[in-house]
């Protein structure tokens, strides 16, 4: 795809479309830096932009724009783990379920002061034991009940969670 020289005139709609399918990485360079956030999360959608560029876009003003850099399979742990620390539950629940999201990446997650990002760790598909038993004796019930639900509890973490609920 031929990327237009003057993109600023090159209307909203169609520098998103842009942003999110070409292959230009050129292109997908300029358009991270565009003026529009949803141009700069369509880039951060994209599975062809380059790690240089992924790392900007970690760092974006807009927690939409890093929200879709959390969920992007290409993100890698390193960009997993600046996000871990953002601001936005959104993008710290996004990070919990990436497929690139490291077992000391979750355990950050787990510890966090938001219960709903410690709830995204419970549900994780990549959540280990280590954090998974660390989740058990959350103070949040609907925490406790995802670490209950997840596929990875081992009977020691469900018989943990079983006391517990039965000494209350």
Do not use: Q
């Amino acid at each position: 795809m031929k990327i237009p020289i003057a993109l600023s005139k090159v209307p909203l709609k169609e520098r998103i479309r842009m942003a999110r399918s070409t292959s230009d990485t050129n292109a997908l360079k300029v358009l991270a830096r565009d003026k529009s956030p949803k141009v700069r999360a369509g880039v951060a959608r994209n599975s062809k932009v380059t790690p240089d560029v992924f790392l900007k876009l970690s760092e974006d003003e807009h927690w939409y724009v890093r929200l879709m850099v959390a969920k992007n399979i290409k993100a890698t742990p390193r960009i997993l783990l600046k996000l871990s620390r953002d601001e936005e539950c959104e993008v710290k629940k996004a990070v919990a379920k990436n497929v690139n999201v490291t077992h000391a990446i979750l355990l950050i997650l787990s510890e966090d002061k938001n219960s709903e990002v410690r709830e995204a760790v419970a549900r994780s598909i990549y959540a280990n034991e280590e954090a998974l038993l660390k989740l058990s004796d959350d103070e949040n019930w609907k925490v406790r009940k995802a670490v209950a639900e997840n596929a990875n509890a081992t009977p020691e973490i469900l018989m943990r969670l079983e006391k517990k609920e039965n000494a209350i």
